[in-house]
């Protein structure tokens, strides 16, 4: 019996241009078999819509481990969930868990977790002061200082002792310097205890460990411009490094915060100036930073109001791209290079499907975008376990319409 065939014509958008065409997913392997003109007999014809290889999110925290102490934020299937509904089609789940994957045994553990989700989940080893690099070629997490949980470092020489062992390593860092945190401790407000200048001092020393262990480095969630303007300085010298930005660093600046700032708490703060935010955006747009990537971090509204780090985004990760194509005038190729192309090339190294493009072989993965069906943001839209989002009661210029994943529709 021949295998049945999904079939989708409208606006295909690659990063380098868009155009109209079919696209034929084998509908038992998930792969796309042939990308073509269209004919007008396709299962779905999208008129104006945008199709786009399916966007991947390299950094969410769904919580769920081997302890399952904190499966009440968030767990694979609820991230699974809300990763659909926001057009995210895979993501990078990182480490900082009770229970860490830090080694053979405990990584296994989490990742067989992970195959009750509907999307593709990859995950993060974490690095601690005693770990060492796993049998398998992974991707790894290092928290440079104390952000949420027990896995981190306290010192460069400590953090340097470790990555000595991971030598030629994928690794991604959080970038805030611990002397520096420590130094303002006891500040009153959060953006205080955490200043610039923690994430600016890490991000040399960061790049200085990328030179020196030769790692193909990634900076996680980077949130001031001098930071970025340093990564962007080394890529130009050749070093391997890659640099993500959030939406909640592009979206909210100094001057736009609300009544309640403990909601809107997260690590790094949110603290750069309207111009700085800006500029990042304009970085994002021109391709100096290569991806946008949410830090997805639930917890319940009472551990929000009790000061505790991290914003949800996944269920908005589509919305908020219609917000930088309607307000920002980015180009549907900007959002597939920095959503799904280059996210593609990180996750393509660990796993044997190929993501990030509309082409024969690959991953028959998609999202499709309308952008002039807005939506508002409301606890009814979400899918995410704490039913919260920093943009509670906002209206996004377009939405997502349909997922597809491996060949499987979603629709909106």
């Known amino acids: 019996m021949a295998n049945k065939t999904l079939n989708i014509e409208g606006n295909i958008v690659d990063k380098d241009k868009v155009s109209r065409g079919r696209i034929e997913i084998d509908e038992a392997s998930g792969l796309i078999l042939k990308v073509s003109e269209p004919t007008g007999t396709a299962d779905f014809i999208f008129k104006d819509e945008l199709i786009f290889p399916g966007f991947i999110d390299l950094h969410v925290h769904a919580r769920e481990d081997a302890s399952h102490t904190q499966d009440y934020k968030e ?44 999307v593709t989940i990859i995950l993060y080893a974490g690095i601690g002061p005693n770990t060492k690099p796993l049998s398998k070629m992974v991707p790894y997490k290092v928290f440079m200082g104390q952000s949420v949980g ?44 955490r200043p610039p200048e923690a994430e600016i001092s890490a991000v040399d020393f ?45 979206f909210f600046d100094e001057t736009m915060f609300p009544k309640n700032r403990k909601n809107f708490q997260v690590n790094p703060p949110i603290r750069q100036t309207k111009s700085n935010r800006l500029s990042m955006i304009a970085a994002l747009k021109n391709g100096d930073i290569d991806y946008l990537a949410t830090d997805h971090a639930p917890h319940t509204i009472e551990e929000k109001e009790k000061g505790m780090s991290g914003l949800t985004h996944l269920d908005t990760y589509g919305p908020f791209v219609t917000w930088l194509m309607k307000e920002h005038n980015f180009i549907p190729e900007n959002i597939a290079k920095v ?15 190929k993501y990030g493009k509309i082409e024969k072989g690959y991953i028959g993965s998609l999202t499709v975008l309308d952008m002039n069906k807005q939506i508002k943001i409301t606890e009814e839209t979400l899918k995410t376990k704490p039913k919260w989002s920093p943009f509670l009661g906002m209206t996004f210029p377009g939405s997502v319409v349909m997922t597809v994943v491996k060949g499987k529709i979603y629709e909106r």
Not at 86 to 112: C, Q
Not at 208 to 231: D, R
Not at 233 to 248: D, F, L, M, S, Y
């Open 75 to 118: 767990d694979f299937k609820s991230a699974g969930e809300a990763a659909i509904n926001g057009g995210v089609v895979a993501f990078v789940e990182m480490p900082n868990n009770p229970v860490p994957p830090i080694d053979d045994a405990s990584f296994k553990t989490k990742s067989d977790l992970t195959e009750k989700s509907s």
């Open 150 to 193: 027990d896995l981190f470092f306290t010192s460069n020489e400590e953090l340097e002792k470790a990555l000595e062992k991971y030598k030629d390593q994928h690794v991604s860092f959080h970038c805030e310097d611990p002397e520096i945190l420590k130094e303002n401790a006891g500040r009153d407000m959060h953006e205080a205890r």
């Open 206 to 250: 960061a790049l200085k460990l990328i030179e020196k262990y030769n790692l193909t480095g990634k900076i996680c969630h980077c949130s001031t411009l001098e930071g970025i303007n340093k990564i962007i300085n080394a890529k130009k010298r050749g070093k391997n490094v890659t640099v993500e930005v959030t939406p909640h660093h592009l």
């Open 339 to 353: 959503c799904s192309y280059n996210p593609g090339n990180f996750i393509n190294k660990f796993t044997p499907d």
